[in-house]
């Protein structure tokens, strides 16, 4: 952008009375578009573009809704699209080279938790006998897939493969449902790089579904359960046709979720419009939160408008304002559901990269052991704090955003997470992977490998 349009711009802004004090970069690259899939997580996107805040970068923005994720990816390795709301495991796998080859990365964590696992009525109505129930007769969640187990056992003695959904390979979903199915002592499967089906060895089928696809092709009996972001799994309850049996938030609390990607040479050429794109989301992440979600309401009507998500905004707004409904009538508080904002939600840590990457190498995506370096140093080289805490400080300067909402001295890792805050009971820090990976009970550990059906090593 040229000096004299950035003036004028800001000139403009100011005749107007706008709220914008943005101090603009001079920008390499002004006009963009972004990719999304249509989730309520990828609402940042929507924020930043609705309420002006790209704009108030000098940033003209066009958002585009996609098939799929590899459609979605491809967009943006090959230019297309200048950046999109990913799956967290996306920058990662393409960057060591799992499935598409190239660097990308992300200045933006989009959000915690918003996801679920749902399963059918019929499944769920084998499952309930498994399920220890309330005092008021309703289930007690956490509901662990120990109750899921004996019913898998049956399908598998009558010879009926037990085939549920996830969206993606290298999704939060994929491995969230396999941490889930693990803990409750069932096999999700193992990955090789002759079989990349993820399917080796399991007592669960899992195969990829598009989340907007998710509930129909449950209900044509294609697939028992899935896990999936919102609003789909509201989608099942408010169809009477699902049960979400456990959150996300239930099974790790406050996970990571969705990234903001571009490609490292995006961010090499244009470093000024990254740092611009990337203040404008954390604006949109600071309003999403702000006033404990007291702008909720207004995100949802924007979120079920068709160019966004396109779900009913009764539907929405069942996770969107702080409540998660299990069954017909069973609405509990869920406050952190979706969380944009708070606990450092949009910061990059380094310690979330590792997560997924230790998650690959466990279910044999990475086939081959990796030292602690490995995984830091990967992960360092995909989650760039660097660039965030930039636009952190932009803002900061700007007086859109105060100091101590942003984590200056961090060192890329959050504290250990507690035993306590995951389903299997098993900590978790980012500082020590291999140790990690060898405390999971279901999973390859140390050197193993997996030829052919089998787990080497």
Known sequence: ???????????????MGSTATAQLLELEKDELTFGFIKLTDMAPLA???????????GLFVTLEAQANWKVLLDGVIGGQLDGAHMLAGQPLAATIGYGTEAHIITPFSMDLNGNAITVSNEIWEEMKPNVPMMDNGLPQHPISAEALAPVVEDYKDQGIPFNMGMVFPVSTHNYEIRYWLAAGGLEPGYYSPEDISGQIGADVLLSVTPPPQMPATMEAGTIYGYAVGEPWNQQAVFKGIGVPVITD?????????????????FAEENPN????????????????????????????EILSRSEYVGADAEVIANSMTGFFEFEKGDVRPAP????????????????????????????????EPKSDEWFIETA???????????????????????????????????????AADIIDGIGFDGRTPNAYIDSLPIGLKGDQIVVGSEIQG
């Not at 239930?250 to 571009?262: A, H, L, R, S, Y």
């Open 1 to 15: 952008m040229k000096t004299s349009f950035a003036f004028t711009l800001a000139t403009v802004a100011s005749l």
């Open 47 to 57: 924020i930043a573009y609705e309420l002006g805040f790209f704009e108030d970068e």
């Open 249 to 265: 938030y239930d099974m790790w609390k406050n996970n990571p979720e969705k990234v903001f990607g571009i490609t490292d040479e």
């Open 273 to 300: 419009t990254t740092i611009a794109l990337t203040k404008a989301l954390i604006r949109a992440a600071m309003w999403l939160d702000e006033n404990d979600n007291a702008n909720r309401e207004e995100a949802v």
């Open 336 to 367: 952190d559901f979706n969380v944009f904002f708070r606990y450092n939600a949009t910061y990059p840590f380094k310690s979330d990269a590792i997560w997924y990457l230790t998650q690959m190498r466990r279910w044999g995506q990475i086939s």
């Open 380 to 418: 360092e080289s995909v989650y760039r704090s660097d660039i965030y805490l930039d636009a952190a400080r932009a803002l900061v300067e700007d007086g859109m955003a105060n100091e101590a909402d942003f984590p200056w001295d961090s060192d890329g890792f959050k504290a250990p997470t507690p």
